[in-house]
């Protein structure tokens, strides 16, 4: 395990940032979302500076989804990225 270099990644972000640590535990256990989200039509999705967020956030977490997803999920929750994330983080 201290070889894995995730976390190792992890235990330093601990060690730095011991704040992050209770932001993060919080952010995943305030409740799993579970929404029956369909997927949007492409005319329909108006968020489009907030789906670039959300993709680079996803990006830095090596977390790929198709585009007509995430823009499903953004409009389901009103452009807002955190329910958006915490969606995509519990149904991963």
């Given at each position: 395990?201290?070889?894995d270099p995730a976390?190792?990644?992890l235990l330093r972000?601990?060690?730095?940032k011991?704040?992050?640590?209770n932001?993060?535990?919080n952010?995943?256990?305030?409740?799993?979302i579970?929404?029956k989200?369909?997927?949007?039509v492409?005319?329909?999705?108006?968020y489009y500076?907030?789906?670039e967020?959300?993709k680079l956030?996803?990006l830095n977490?090596n977390?790929?989804r198709?585009?007509?997803l995430?823009?499903s999920?953004?409009?389901?929750?009103?452009g807002n990225?955190?329910?958006?994330?915490?969606y995509?983080?519990s149904?991963?």
């Amino acid at each position: 395990m201290c070889k894995d270099p995730a976390f190792l990644t992890l235990l330093r972000i601990c060690i730095e940032k011991p704040e992050y640590f209770n932001k993060v535990a919080n952010f995943i256990t305030n409740g799993n979302i579970s929404y029956k989200i369909k997927l949007i039509v492409e005319e329909d999705f108006t968020y489009y500076t907030e789906l670039e967020e959300l993709k680079l956030i996803l990006l830095n977490i090596n977390i790929c989804r198709y585009d007509l997803l995430l823009k499903s999920i953004l409009q389901y929750f009103e452009g807002n990225i955190n329910m958006s994330l915490r969606y995509i983080i519990s149904n991963t």
